[in-house]
């Protein structure tokens, strides 16, 4: 334990830990911006270079497609996926077609769909489990580019919480038992671009955030059983990024990234401690923090990224107690990457990187680009002096974490990437559209 603690002084705090889980859960990746909800493992030492034929441990196939970042705890790697059965759906379970004030772009299957959740053996790939978690007709399309698994699970090493939108929430334990399931209603999103985020764990309490076109909420669960303990209504459109949970001077904080403002809630209660309006529509990239500040961005039709102090309160989007704004160069769907007062991030789905020194705002990296690489859905990740950027090809950038922009290696792998990468022990994992990597030096 003093080792990481060592290890860790002077980058991070660790917010939202207790010191009896510290080491636990930093050897794992149990959400999908990893142990810290920063992108970064202080514990990892993944690979510097692969290709098909270099350095994979193993490959394996997953049914259906899903854009869901595994989970790992232990020698256990959690996926969820979505798979078109291609049987045509009975007549009574066809569902309604949407109210036409919400002007869907996309077309709705008639087939039915699997959602499934896996359980697979980190060492060697084999599915250890399986689970149906619904068999459904889906209520409305998705974007081309995206999949009806778009939720990443979440784990806190005694449960496993599964979240497929309008198909509803499930926890099973680690052996794949299902202990409680919650439907959650028929989200609308916008255009039916389809659904997509995850839900926030912190010492038995789930959070999910219901932002779409219809009647929005923000829903805090009981772990264990699902119950309810506070439901708070929202005002927001369709949003895509996940609640961010941090403990500051001895209050949790759920910090949620959404168009029209960014929003802390009490985690006991769901009172709104602090708001700020600037953030572009269609908001995706998910909040970090280093445990005093938390970091804000969206980058859809415009630029605007922010650094509010976690003691904020009321609204402060006019007010000086914000510490910067930035109103260039933040993505789209990508979420940024935290590495001590380093803050990492790419314009829009470009490969073009930036790296804002977190105590003044001003760029050390100013919107540099990327070779070899192409449009960008996956977060960047990194560990040890590395960071890892996937693009939609499959090619991944290693670079070297600085202030300048050196490249280490560029990486191809023979199939489209959008889940973000995992970065666990001397493994990287790579989730792509048909199969699940696992790269380790051999």
Known sequence: MRTIVLLLAGLFTLPSLHAADTKERLNNWPQWRGPLATGWSPTADPPLKWDEKTNIKWKVPLPGRGSATPAVWGDRI?????????????????????????NKRTTPPTTYHRFLVLCLDRRSGETLWKRVA????????????????????ITDGKYLYAWFGSRGLYCYDLDGKLLWKRALGRMETRYGWGEAGSPAVHNGTVVVNWDHEGKDFILALDAETGRTRWKIDRDEPTSWATPLIVEYKGKVQVIVNATNRVRSYDLDSGKVLWECGGQTINAIPSPVTDGSVVYCMSGYKGSFAVAIPLDA??????????????TRGTPYVPSPLLVGDRLYFTYLNNPVLTCLDTKTGEPVIDRERLPELSSLYASPAGAKDRLYLVDRDGTTLVIKRSDKLEVLATNRLD?????????VGRQLLLRSHRHLYCIEEK
Do not use: C, M
Not at 80 to 93: H, P, V
Not at 134 to 153: D, L, M, R
Not at 313 to 326: F, P
């Open 313 to 326: 309160s009321g609204d402060i989007t006019e007010k000086k107690k914000v510490l910067w704004r930035s």
């Open 78 to 102: 959690f996926v969820l996926a979505a798979e078109d059965t291609r049987r045509e759906a009975k007549k009574e379970d066809i569902p309604p077609p949407s109210d036409p004030r919400f």
């Open 134 to 153: 619904s068999e459904a007709v889906p209520h409305e399309g998705h974007q081309n580019t995206h999949s009806y698994a778009a939720f990443s699970p």
């Open 415 to 423: 199939d489209a990437i959008d889940a973000s990468p995992v970065l």
